[in-house]
């Protein structure tokens, strides 16, 4: 496959389970080395160099995140400082201040002493959010950041990631939420790209049909410029 993701642009992954999205965002961020081909990003493989470069440059909101180590909320998010930084070296007001902004950004200020594993679901998925912004990455790799969201949290995510403006890939399930968010949309099966395009260019009735096996009918969203699907089995 062949994928671009612009500046300022937000691309979304879609497809069924199984069908690779974790596996390519994996070798965006070098846990996984590619086959045959190369990821750039800011025009340099992702492969070269030490690996601490990768992490200074992407910042990666990962599926299914260990939970269980005893650190605060502020204590993770200061974390994604830590490719910028040398062993041990302490925190600056630099750091103070962007780990502040980060938990501002993301509604976390007041549990910014609570420990992690004392988080519910949502709110931990926020504190995981706020750790990959805090470095200043030029590329943003999220795979399923709205799992356990509730509804206006799902929206408030993806609007700040729109805001933001930083180049993001995004790993998704929610057809209408990627519609929505999403300025291009890359669906994929069975390992493969089968489209790219703009979300009302990727999700017809007949690709999804294909891909997921159930039926859709894609209508106007009432209120935003891009397509509304409803599925039934
Ligand atoms: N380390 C691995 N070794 C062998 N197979 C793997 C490995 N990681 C993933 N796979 C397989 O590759 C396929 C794609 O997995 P991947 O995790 O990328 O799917 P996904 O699209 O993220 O799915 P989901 O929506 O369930 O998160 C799956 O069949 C999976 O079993
Ligand atoms: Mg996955």
Redesign the pocket.
């Known amino acids: 496959m062949s994928l671009e993701v612009g500046a300022g642009e937000t691309v979304g992954?879609l497809?069924?389970?199984?069908?690779?999205?974790?596996?390519?965002?994996?070798t965006v961020y070098r846990v996984?080395r590619p086959a045959s081909g190369r990821v750039l990003v800011d025009g340099t493989d992702v492969q070269e160099g030490p690996a601490r470069r990768v992490a200074r440059r992407v910042g990666v909101v990962m599926?299914d995140v260990p939970t269980d180590f005893p650190l605060t909320v502020r204590e993770i998010v200061a974390m994604g400082r830590s490719p910028h930084k040398r062993a041990l070296q302490a925190d600056d007001p630099v750091d103070h201040a962007l780990v502040g902004a980060a938990l501002e950004l993301l509604d976390l200020t007041r549990l910014a002493g609570r420990r992690l594993a004392t988080l519910s679901g949502g709110e931990r998925q926020r504190a995981l959010v706020a750790r990959a912004l805090v470095g200043r990455p030029s590329l943003l790799v999220m795979?399923?950041p709205t799992n356990h969201l509730d509804v206006r949290h799902q929206l408030a995510l993806l609007e700040l990631v729109g805001e933001l403006g930083l180049p993001t890939l995004v790993?998704l399930?929610d057809l209408n939420l990627a519609a929505r968010y999403c300025d291009r949309i890359c669906l994929?099966d069975g390992?493969r790209a089968v489209a790219t395009g703009t979300p009302a260019e990727v999700l017809t009735p007949e690709r999804i049909g294909a891909v997921y096996g159930v039926t859709a009918t894609v209508l106007e969203h009432p209120s935003a410029d891009c397509p509304l699907v409803v599925l039934s089995p």
């Open positions: 992954l497809g069924p389970n199984g069908s690779g999205k974790s596996s390519l965002l994996h996984n599926q795979d399923e790993a399930h994929l390992g």
